[in-house]
């Protein structure tokens, strides 16, 4: 009990002395108990598989004593958060699985690479299978139904879900993020614990407001969606996910705004975010990565030179001794 107290406490007051995968999961539970209250036993099917695929790949990095920085629990579930509540079973096991497998994978031989492992696995399925994870259902009747995005686009601009149902959630989208309300609460915590950079989701909302304007679209409808501000506020805004340079974030949600909401007139639902917001991770990533191999060129390259030459001695095997022509005893006795 007084290891639970304490737990409270440095989470009342001392937030940022947390792990950072406890921030992240504090951050993501609004947005998880939002989405088990509105479509149920499908929501926690869902959140079972991954969690269970999560923690089978977490006992396996603690036994290969890999340095995670956070659980594949984590990674799983936000993966899984991103689909629809009626993506078949396969699809969902499939993305825990690969977004599980990708942290491995990550603190393994990346542990440096700013990547949210569980976005990047949904973006890949969702990329591969032509949007088999676009299967969204009514939260009142559980029948089928287009998220308000698409539902505007197919029906020529017209808004079927009022203000206060898109702000609570209670409308078809991803399981665990069509809850604007639970998004802000997420954000809040993340703010309070010193991991929210403001700047981001600042210059998304202008990034935004420029196609918005030329199109001469609803700001309100188009900027009112749980789902695109998840993917801005917890999963791009995160300062973990961000490179060190405090210039490059206000571009990284600018561009993310742009690109979310301009692709929409190409006829792209609510996941052109999450794509946008994958896309720009990995940009950052590779980036990062080519500089840090362009600064450790020489050492990189002999390390490469050596690992050669090893290989080569490897092949060939021992070079044998060869005769000098010295004298040896039996000549001497002879003589």
């Not at 440095?10 to 921030?23: D, M, N, T």
């Not at 990565?289 to 092949?315: H, K, P, V, Y």
């Amino acid at each position: 009990m007084g290891r639970v107290a304490k737990a409270l406490e440095k989470a009342a007051f001392e937030p940022s002395q947390l792990p950072a995968a406890a921030v992240t999961a504090i951050a993501i539970a609004p947005c998880v108990a939002m989405g088990l209250v509105f479509f149920k036993v499908p929501a926690l099917i869902l959140l079972a598989v991954a969690v269970g695929i999560g923690s089978v790949a977490h006992l396996a990095g603690r036994l290969a004593r890999l340095p995670l920085q956070t659980s594949p629990i984590l990674t799983a579930a936000i993966g899984v958060a991103l689909a629809g509540p009626a993506t078949p079973l396969q699809w969902i096991v499939l993305i825990a699985a690969a977004a599980a497998f990708l942290e491995l994978a990550r603190a393994r031989w990346a542990p440096g690479a700013r990547l949210q492992t569980g976005l990047l696995a949904f973006a890949a399925i969702f990329l591969a299978t032509d949007g088999v994870t676009v299967a969204y259902v009514n939260p009142g009747s559980m029948k089928p139904l287009a998220e308000p995005i698409r539902f505007w686009l197919l029906y020529g601009g017209t808004t079927a879900f009022d203000p206060i149902r898109l702000y609570v959630g209670n409308v078809p989208g991803p399981v665990f993020a069509t809850s604007l309300m639970a998004v802000a609460v997420g954000a809040a915590w993340l703010w309070y614990a010193g991991r929210l950079s403001p700047a981001v989701g600042i210059s998304f909302a202008l990034g935004a407001a420029i196609p918005i304007t030329l199109l001469r679209w609803n700001p309100a409808f188009q900027l009112e969606s749980g789902p695109a501000w998840f993917a801005v506020l917890l999963l791009l805004a995160d300062r973990r996910f961000l490179p060190t340079s405090n210039a490059a974030r206000p571009l990284l949600g600018l561009a993310a705004g742009m690109a979310g909401i301009a692709f929409r007139s190409r006829g792209y639902g609510i996941e052109v975010v999450f794509l946008a917001v994958a896309g720009l991770q990995l940009a950052v990533a590779l980036l990062e990565g080519a500089g840090w191999l362009i600064r450790r060129r020489q050492a990189a390259w002999a390390r490469l030179q050596g690992l050669r030459r090893s290989t080569n001695w490897s092949r060939r095997g021992p070079t044998p001794i060869r005769s000098t022509g010295a004298p040896t005893s039996d000549s001497i006795s002879s003589m």
